[in-house]
């Protein structure tokens, strides 16, 4: 067994092969290893052509193929899975080898082994990949985690097969941070994607709904949408949906498919974490339910019939300037989901002292992934003028756009209410930033209230220290 490789990628389904071929296309000699050894036989033959692979049948040819110190990438489901191939490696590696996780892993778990595999001797880094099977062989966002020694190492190899941002072909990887902080990110990018997908359905909705489009009209409009400020691999996969017809029946392909969205949980972490650390991400908090809702068939045909307004018939002008609109609430409530998404992986950031910088994360989801969207540069440049920008609400630029598209944004949701489109998305990205703009929020009143049923306590807006009334008695206020 030839003992050549620079990388090695066990777990040869869609997301390892690509990835392993990727590596090879770049002109790293990859090992291969799958738990079915089969797969990597299949992978050899269909596509040995395309670089140097070295086929090893059991863990021991895996870990001996590869050069020293060995860097050995795990694309496995993630879980029990993942542990399982740690603990058949661990004892066949040595201090300073690297054990790469690309699969989707929960942060935690990727501390937990991080650390167990640290007083062993072993780098591990936990790994966001995004973008798919297609990212993976093409070039994928990536984002590593993991100690910063591992990143010299493996960084140059991640930053060849990485997708390169068109505005500046900078590659799209970067270190993130120690442990977790690459998994945490990739789940908050998924977070960021759940809610994106959210408020262009929400802005299809409405097109139909309210304007009264058809949906290849609709996919005219988005492509439309592509050539502005919008412009992103979701606008455009979102006309080519919206205009593609089912070939069976000759009905617009969004027609004939059931509305009930399917989820794989990373999304779900992303605010359930958000919980945790005590952050609104009340976007991606809608995108997830309204997810969940649309699974509800059975609670869904039982409701029905309850009663609605009647709809309201625009004319062609009327829907014409609905649908200018309807970008702006989408344009405004977009920039509120990454202010909410950038907001916990800063939370997350200091929780466990990762100092992630968030200016290099928004440069990183420019190509390859999901999200990816000329909107990012913008983020970039956010972040470029000032590092330690409270918010991206606090950005000038943002700011402004906002402020011009508050009005529409308004309008919209007021028109959405009217005919009763649900529209949780940008109802809650208005909701947050009118919270957030508040002079005065009703939460004194619920510190009133805490105080009276539980003493709770509360403080003043004129003194300093914590305050109790005596409701049952006198009313009078003693301090703590
Ligand atoms: P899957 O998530 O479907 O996992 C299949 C792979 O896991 C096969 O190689 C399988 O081996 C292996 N495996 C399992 Br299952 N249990 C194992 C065990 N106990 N021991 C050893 N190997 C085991 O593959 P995927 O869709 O390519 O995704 C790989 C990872 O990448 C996942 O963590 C996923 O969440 C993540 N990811 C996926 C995407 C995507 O678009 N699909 C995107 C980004 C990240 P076998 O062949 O012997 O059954």
Redesign the pocket.
């Known amino acids: 067994m030839s003992t050549s490789a620079q990388i090695g990628v066990?777990?040869?389904?869609?997301?390892?092969?690509n990835l392993a071929r990727n590596f090879a296309r770049n002109g790293y000699t990859v090992a291969l290893h799958?738990?079915?050894v089969s797969?990597t036989h299949e992978l050899v033959e269909n596509f040995g052509d395309e670089g140097d692979f070295i086929a090893a049948e059991t863990a021991k040819e895996f870990v001996e193929a590869l050069e020293r110190p060995r860097r050995l990438v795990i694309?496995?489901?993630?879980g029990?899975?993942?542990d399982?191939?740690i603990e058949?490696f661990a004892p066949l590696l040595e201090p300073g080898d690297m054990i790469i996780d690309?699969?989707?892993?929960h942060f935690a778990d990727t501390r937990r082994r991080e650390k167990a595999l640290r007083e062993q001797g072993i780098h591990f880094v936990g790994m966001g990949?995004?973008?798919?099977?297609e990212?993976?062989l093409h070039g994928p966002s990536i984002m590593p985690g993991g100690p910063r020694e591992s990143y010299d190492s493996l960084g140059p190899m991640l930053e060849k097969i990485s997708a390169k941002a068109a505005s500046d072909g900078a590659p799209c990887v970067t270190h993130v941070g120690p442990d977790g902080a690459g998994h945490f990110v990739k789940m908050v990018h998924n977070g960021i994607e759940y809610a994106d997908m959210q408020l262009i359905g929400e802005a299809y909705q409405l097109l139909r709904d309210v304007a009264g489009y058809s949906p290849a009209q609709i996919a005219d409009i988005f492509r439309t949408w592509n050539t502005g400020r919008l412009d992103s691999y979701l606008i455009e996969i979102t006309a080519e949906v919206l205009a593609h017809v089912d070939a069976a029946t000759g009905k617009p392909f969004v027609d004939v498919v059931v509305d009930q969205a399917e989820q794989?949980g990373t999304g779900r972490w992303t605010v359930q974490i958000a919980l945790d650390l005590g952050v609104p991400v009340s976007g991606i908090a809608e995108a997830v339910f309204a997810r969940s809702l649309s699974g509800h068939a059975d609670l869904r045909a039982a409701s029905r019939g309850l009663a609605g307004p009647k709809p309201t018939a625009l004319s062609d002008a009327e829907a014409a300037a609905f649908a200018d609109r309807v970008e702006q609430a989408l344009y405004a409530s977009k920039i509120v989901s990454y202010t909410q998404g950038f907001h916990e992986i800063q939370a997350g950031s200091d929780e466990y002292g990762w100092d992630i910088d968030l200016g290099a994360v928004s440069s990183i989801w420019r190509g390859g992934c999901i999200i990816r969207a000329a909107f990012l540069d913008r983020i970039r440049a956010a972040y470029d003028a000032r590092a330690d920008l409270p918010s991206l609400l606090s950005d000038e630029t943002f700011a402004r756009e906002i402020a011009e598209a508050q009005d529409d944004w308004r309008e919209v949701i007021i028109a959405a209410t009217r005919d009763g489109v649900a529209v949780p998305g940008f109802s809650a990205a208005l909701a947050y930033y009118d919270a957030l703009r508040a002079e005065r929020l009703p939460a004194a009143l619920t510190q009133g209230q805490r105080d009276f049923f539980g003493a709770h306590t509360y403080r003043r807006v004129d003194r300093e220290g914590a305050f109790h009334t005596l409701w049952g008695g006198d009313r009078s206020e003693v301090t703590e």
Do not use: F, H, I, Q
Not at 75 to 78: E, P
Not at 102 to 105: E, H, I, P, Y
């Open positions: 066990t777990g040869l389904a869609v997301m390892g092969r799958n738990r079915t797969k694309m496995v489901k993630a029990g899975p993942t399982a191939v058949e690309g699969g989707n892993a990949v995004s973008g798919g099977e990212g993976a794989k």
